[in-house]
């Protein structure tokens, strides 16, 4: 089976999209798949991440996302992809349309609800309290779709950390000894910054902090130097090894964006921030459904008000309790799987 997806990320955005598409393809290829990347070549783009990973990659520059190269029309052309995946905030039902006499299915991967598709699959990861109700009007209505958490797209090794957890019983002795702060790739708000003016207010005395920053973070120089001269601050950079920093964790401080079901799968809590206006709605959600804390906007939240977050937590480790919890009911890091099998079944 012949896969293709079309992606972009750069500083400004998408770095997301490509990890969950990433994700997808790594397990898709353990049941034989032939994956292909189409991807604009961006400032802070993920392609060698892309290449070093194995896959095939077809690379242009282009300011218009819906242009379609010579390359990838070759590509369609001589492989005639079972399956297209698009995950792209710029494109829809008219770009989806040029293409459907060239691949065999289409899938979409989307968080919006925006705009509209034409697409035989439509997965939409997000929680809400009523997700059947978003796309209404916006697809065919032969399309299936995989809505809702139960089909987050994690990496196996969430599942499998997410198992230690439970059989450690880590999420059921709640203390404050380590907190992470991790913004996504590029953070391009800068809220790392903001919050580690708010730990190094607080001065807690015996608690750690992961920094993780992802490569295409602007500030990251400036970030790793001032994680060396603070003690117990540790600096991670493009780090393979999320999931256990994770699972080490007690607490996050974070955006609202796909590592939302990362961390509600191994029950860590977390005080969240929207970075982008997507992020506003689904975090209001999964805080009223009380798996996290979520504070408002990037650009109205204060160190203050980030210091104060944490300081509730560190005077009482116990209310950590009922945000773990309630983020492993709503995850439990076996989407990957529904999502593949949702998909053969489709195309049998």
Known sequence: MNVLFRA??????????????LTLANQWVQQGAHVTFACRRLPGDMTRWIEEQGFGLLVWEDENPAAVPASVSEYLQQNAPEFLV???????????????????????????????????????????????????????STTRCLLGPAYALLRPEFEAMRLDLLASGKRQRPTLKRIQVCFG???PTGETQTVLDALSSLQLANCQVDVIV?????????????????????????????????????????????????????????IVLAV??????????????????????????????IAQSVLSFAR???????????????????????????LKSYNE
């Open 316 to 342: 009482n480790p116990a209310l950590l309790k009922p945000y773990a919890a309630q983020g492993m009911q709503l995850v439990d890091g076996c989407g990957i799987n529904r999502v593949l099998a949702a």
């Open 86 to 140: 698009v995950d792209h905030y710029q494109l829809d039902a008219q770009w989806e349309r040029s293409l459907r006499d060239r691949v065999g299915k289409i899938l979409i991967i989307d968080d919006l609800a925006n705009r509209n598709h034409h697409c035989d699959v439509l997965l939409d990861q997000n929680y809400f309290a009523h997700p059947e109700d978003r796309y209404q009007g916006l697809l065919p």
């Open 8 to 21: 972009d990320a750069s500083v400004e955005m998408g770095t997301g999209h490509v990890v969950r598409c």
């Open 214 to 270: 992802g490569a295409s973070n602007p500030a990251k120089a400036s970030i790793q130097a001032r994680c060396q001269h603070q003690p117990g601050w540790h600096f991670h950079c493009q780090t393979p090894h999320i999931a256990r920093l994770m699972a080490e964790a007690d607490l996050a401080i974070g955006a609202g964006g796909t590592t939302t079901w990362e961390r509600l799968c191994l029950g860590l809590p977390a």
């Open 185 to 187: 790739g590029s953070d």
């Open 276 to 305: 982008a206006d997507n992020q506003r709605q689904i975090s209001q959600e999964v805080a009223e459904a009380g798996a996290q804390v979520y504070l408002g906007p990037s650009g109205t939240v204060t160190a203050e008000q």
